[in-house]
């Protein structure tokens, strides 16, 4: 899976960005989704428009970590791996018995968006199992992006010169994309347009960006660890059911 977000929808964290990476631009004269293309053939490619695009393919998929793709109500997702507990989400959110994993996570979101029962760490701490996700709702023209505590499925994210966010599940083409200015994407996390980057496991601490270094000793984007000392504010504010939580988290 693929996705390449313009900064305006999804501002990467600056800490992302390495001095090293020069003028590598995503989406110039389309080379990365070319390359994605041939690396993945029969994958399919939506464009965004200027908020940037997806493309999804089930070639050199893992079969214990299936990819899946669903649009709803113009919101996007691709999702890579398995939830345990799906009877139980299904019932939560009160899908039918066909409802799948994308489906889920589609209407856990906009559940988030419309009516925010529960703050957004818990959604994502709620999904039991080995996951990445990626979502888009063109709508509100907001993203909620997340990995499983374990980082079990292979996940990557950087930044171009041009501050497009790229995020994979192909290490080779986000560094295609974005030269040095990539890492693996923080397990136990998720990033939303409005709030940025959070840990689910631990939301209310501070995230702290550890520099990468290759072996040639040049920055390569960074990590992202729990700081321990840090707080931040609780919770998040309930204005009743017009309550927009993709605007305001």
Request: negative net charge; hydrophobic residues 35%.
């Amino acid at each position: 899976m693929l996705a390449v977000f313009d900064k305006t929808v999804a501002k990467c964290p600056e800490a992302l960005q390495s001095p090293h990476s020069g003028t590598v631009t995503a989406l110039k004269d389309g080379c990365l989704t070319k390359n994605f293309g041939s690396e993945h053939p029969g994958s399919v490619t939506v464009n965004l428009g200027s908020a940037g695009l997806i493309a999804y393919s089930l070639d050199k998929q893992n079969p214990y970590l299936p990819r899946l793709f669903a649009v709803v109500d113009d919101i996007f997702c691709l999702f890579e791996g398995h939830i345990n507990n799906v009877p139980a989400l299904k019932q939560q959110y009160g899908l039918n018995k066909t409802a799948n994993e994308v489906i889920i996570i589609i209407e856990a979101y906009r559940t988030l968006r419309d009516r925010g029962p529960y703050p957004a760490d818990q959604v994502v701490r709620d999904l039991q199992g080995k996951f990445a996700f990626i979502l888009y709702d063109n709508s509100s023209k907001a993203t909620f992006i997340a990995s499983d505590a374990d980082g079990s499925v292979p996940f990557f994210w950087g930044t171009d010169s041009e501050g497009y966010l790229i995020l994979s599940d192909n290490s080779q083409i986000v560094q295609q994309g974005c030269g040095k200015s990539f890492a693996p994407f923080p397990k136990g996390c998720f990033f939303t347009t409005s709030g940025g980057l959070r840990s689910f496991e631990h939301p209310l601490n501070e995230l702290k960006p550890v520099p990468r270094v290759d072996s040639s000793g040049e920055v390569c984007g960074a990590t992202f660890k729990v700081d321990a000392e840090t707080k931040k504010e609780t919770g998040m504010p309930r204005v009743g059911s017009s309550y927009n939580w993709s605007s305001n988290y």
